[in-house]
């Protein structure tokens, strides 16, 4: 495996990319911000506004992380479809760990716009394991069939989605929607898997801003396998 972390400086991406339109306070968005010293070799500062300080980091999935320089190496390994524990064995750092960045980077890529359709839009169907979770919510299904349309692209999408779902050997049904996200991501941009195509997504994820830290997605019951 290609060592990454050592090609890729992610904080001094990060702060190219959130300072291409000039300094903004990640708490309250206005420009009246300074330069405020340094903090574990990062950047701060200080929004004359609202008061607070900040990083390169605030409000991103690397927020309060230990292990920023891991992150590029993560990402490879998150997209070969490693489990958290051959991941954590690869990288040094506790599977409980990566998990909580794995929810992290799925909530930033959740946050990205989605495109907006226009025109005919085809539409399929696809069968998970959502059996307990609709006779929960009493949930019954329904199918109408209209002649006249093909719906090929559709369903050659939905089993590209599912083949590319099996690399992570099962994944809980409430988890779906953060990795159809993240499926329909790198279909998007086309993501090669490569260190030019790390530092893209990177880039990407760093202007997406996320309030989650680890205590916010712990209080939100998820299970760390």
Not at 139 to 164: A, C, D, E, P
Request: charged share 25%; proline share 1%; hydrophobic share 35%.
């Amino acid at each position: 495996m290609e060592v990454v972390n050592k090609i890729i400086n992610i904080l001094e991406v990060f702060r190219i990319n959130r300072t291409l339109n000039g300094l903004i306070c990640a708490h309250c968005e206005s420009q009246n911000v300074i330069h405020y010293g340094t903090y574990n070799k990062k950047q701060r500062y200080k929004c004359k506004t609202c008061k607070k300080t900040f990083t390169d980091f605030t409000n991103s999935p690397l927020n309060m992380c230990h292990f920023p320089d891991k992150w590029p190496e993560f990402i490879k390994c998150t997209i070969k479809g490693l489990s958290l524990r051959e991941s954590a064995r690869l990288l040094k750092v506790s599977h409980v760990t990566l998990f909580y960045w794995r929810h992290k980077f799925l909530i930033a890529l959740k946050t990205i716009k989605n495109t907006e359709f226009i025109g005919s839009v085809e539409l399929a169907d696809i069968f998970l394991a959502y059996s307990s979770f609709c006779k929960e919510k009493k949930i019954v299904y329904n199918h109408t069939k209209i002649k006249g349309y093909n719906i090929n692209s559709g369903r050659n999408y939905l089993n590209n989605f599912l083949n590319w779902m099996r690399r992570f050997k099962g994944i809980a049904s409430k988890y779906t929607n953060n990795y159809l996200s993240w499926f329909k991501f790198v279909n998007r941009i086309n993501f090669d898997g490569t260190t030019k195509g790390i530092i893209k997504l990177i880039k990407i994820m760093s202007s997406q801003y996320i309030y989650e830290i680890n205590l916010s997605i712990r209080k939100q019951r998820l299970d760390v396998s």
